[in-house]
Each structure stands twice: as structure tokens, then as C-alpha cells.
């Protein structure tokens, strides 16, 4: 059997459609700005998203690094959930190589930060402090949507306090499909977004960094300081841009299938199933059986992550037959032991 493989939506490999675009894609020197597909690319996204201009990146460690290099200068500081991608799993980039300072605050169970925190972590214009210029959101955050009210109410909080705001989008596509909105509706709060082709859109490499013409001018330069100056790189901009126009609204589907697996995860008392807004079910594992039950899903080929709270990701790699075989293989376990 073919291991049906849930430990995240990064794993999806390119169809053959997919594929068959990217061998025709146009190409040229994009450090010449020569590339056409990428080009394409960065106007078509620039256009969906309501930004003036757009960067191709090869990764979403990337285009949030650039975003916090342009938002702030030495010496600066970002506000930034305490489990947010950006603070947490991206090797501390801002602050290694920007001298910008996090401010991590606490994230609320529904994955907001409360606006009084935010409030309260704006520095003074003091010499005793670091620059507060930036509030950094991630939406989805560990699989769950905020809140439109909410980010029009961060967004007016932080225009009033002088303050840019960042969204790290990597699952943008995934709040717009739940919410059943267009992604503008989103992204108007932010000056920047950074947006990752390369989770549950299917792509096999690729984000994008949206903003401002001189915004996305002064991303270029640090894109080519970080080393993503990428060549002939239209082949993974083609795929892409097929990701974007074929399999946003299909993020549904995923959705669906997250709700089926935790409703039937939920149905073994030793597991404590967290019902997912999205694409991302994390399921606590009564310690007991940990250990035994990860050992039986491997043997069985269903790849997760995590042993006492696993995450299992669900995305077009994995269609509902799948899911059944995965919750069959995950009751056997318990129906014996
Ligand atoms: C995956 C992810 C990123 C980074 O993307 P990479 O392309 O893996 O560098 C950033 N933010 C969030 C929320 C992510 O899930």
C-alpha cells in the first residue's frame, strides 16, 4: 500500500497537469528580470491579492523574512504571537540577521491576540526602548481562521498607534475557503503578505510576497541578499500560478476531509480530538497508548506527526477513501488493545 502521508500539506507532489505546464513554461534570467512566467506570476498575484506589486520567493521563511526586513530597521521591534510561524519556526531570521527585536505575546485559544496585549507592548518613544513599527498576524494560524471582525479592529488599533502590519498568509487561501470570501476581504488590512504556493495549493516550491511598489522595490534587494535571486525559476513560478488558479476553491475538500478524520478519531475514547476549522487536526494521545499507536500507524503506512498530541494534515495528496482507510487502520489499533 501506498503510505498516505498526513504530517503536512508540504508534501503534495506536482500533478500531471501540473507538471506538463512547467516543462512549457516560458523562462528567462529573473535576477534580469527576464523570467516572463515569473512576471506573469507576480502581476496575477499582485491583482488577486489588491497589492500593487508582488515578489516571487522560494520559500515562506523567505518572503516573511523580507517583509521584516523592509517593515523594520536595526534596532526596531515586531509584535508577534508567542506560536506564530514567524517568531517560532523560523530560526529567529528576524533577529539574527535584522537586528529587529520580537515582542512574542501570548495567542488566544482562537489564535488572535487580544488587543489589549498588543496595546500594551507598544513601546514608548523612549530611548530606553526598542522602535515598535510592526504588528505581525498569522492566518490560518495552527489551522484556525480570525476573525474578520477582529482584524479590522487589530488593523484600526494599529493604524492609530503609527504601526505596519504584516499577515503571514502561508495558509491564506485556507481562511478565504472556510469563510467563503474573496482573499481581498483579508488581506486589505495588511501593507504586506506573504502567501506559500507550496502547502495545500500543491506547488512544488514557491511563495510570494505581496505589497507596495517601493514595499515589493526594497524586497527585491534583500531577496537578492538572502540568496533567493533564483534564474530560470518560471518553471516553478508556472506551477504556481496553476496552483492558484485551479486548486484554491478545492481547499474545500480538504476541509471536509479534516472534519470526517476527527470525527471518527473522536469516536476512541483515548483520544482527545480538537475539531478543525480547516485542513489540521491535532489529536491528544492518552500517554499509554502514545508510543504503540504511532508504531501502529507507521507499520500500517499512515504518516503523522507527534506521539501525545499528534497533527494530522490533510491535502490534495490524500482524497476521502483515503481518510476511511486511515480511521479504519487507527480503530483496529484500539479495537484490540
Ligand atoms: C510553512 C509556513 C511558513 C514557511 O514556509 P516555508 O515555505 O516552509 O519556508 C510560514 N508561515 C506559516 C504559518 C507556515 O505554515
Not at 19 to 37: K, L, N, Q, T
Not at 217 to 230: E, I, P, V
Not at 255 to 281: R, W, Y
Request: one cysteine or more; aromatic letters at 6%.
Amino acid at each position: 500500500m501506498q503510505p498516505i502521508d498526513f504530517r503536512s500539506d508540504t508534501v503534495t507532489r506536482p500533478s500531471a497537469e501540473m507538471r506538463r505546464i512547467m516543462v512549457s513554461a516560458e523562462v528567462g534570467d529573473d535576477v534580469f528580470h527576464d523570467d516572463p512566467s515569473i512576471d506573469h506570476l507576480e502581476h496575477y498575484a499582485a491583482e488577486l491579492l489588491g497589492f500593487e506589486a508582488a515578489l516571487f520567493a522560494p520559500s515562506g521563511t523567505q518572503t516573511n523574512l523580507i517583509a521584516l526586513l523592509v517593515h523594520c530597521q536595526r534596532g526596531d521591534e515586531y509584535l508577534v504571537g508567542q506560536d506564530a510561524h514567524t517568531y517560532k519556526y523560523e530560526g529567529g531570521g528576524a533577529a539574527v540577521l535584522g537586528s529587529i527585536q520580537p515582542q512574542p505575546i501570548s495567542n488566544q485559544p482562537d489564535g488572535s491576540i487580544a488587543l489589549t496585549d498588543i496595546a500594551a507592548a507598544i513601546k514608548p518613544d523612549d530611548f530606553h526602548f526598542a522602535r515598535t513599527r510592526l504588528l505581525a498576524l498569522e492566518n490560518t494560524i495552527g489551522g484556525k481562521v480570525l476573525p474578520l471582525d477582529y482584524l479590522g479592529a487589530a488593523e484600526k488599533l494599529a493604524r492609530s498607534r503609527g504601526l505596519s502590519l504584516h499577515l503571514d498568509g502561508a495558509r491564506l487561501f485556507n481562511a478565504s475557503v472556510k469563510l467563503g470570501i474573496d482573499a481581498q476581504q483579508i488581506t486589505r488590512h495588511f501593507d504586506s503578505v506573504s502567501v506559500c504556493m507550496s502547502k495545500g495549493l500543491g506547488a512544488p516550491v514557491g511563495s510570494l510576497l505581496l505589497g507596495s511598489r517601493d514595499f515589493i522595490h526594497a524586497g527585491r534587494r534583500w531577496r537578492k541578499m538572502l540568496g533567493g535571486g533564483m534564474r530560470q525559476a518560471g518553471i516553478l513560478a508556472a506551477a504556481g500560478e496553476y496552483a492558484l488558479q485551479n486548486n484554491v476553491q478545492r481547499l474545500a475538500e480538504d476541509h471536509a476531509n479534516a472534519a470526517l478524520l476527527a470525527n471518527g478519531l473522536a469516536q476512541v475514547p483515548a483520544l482527545k480530538v480538537t475539531l478543525p476549522q480547516t485542513n489540521i487536526v491535532f489529536v491528544d494521545v492518552a500517554a499509554e497508548h502514545a508510543e504503540k499507536f504511532a508504531k501502529h500507524l507507521a507499520a500500517n503506512n499512515i504518516l503523522v506527526t507527534g506521539s501525545t498530541r499528534q497533527r494530522w494534515v490533510t491535502h490534495l495528496d490524500v482524497d476521502r477513501a483515503q481518510v476511511e482507510t486511515a480511521l479504519r487502520i487507527a480503530h483496529e489499533y484500539f479495537d484490540v488493545n
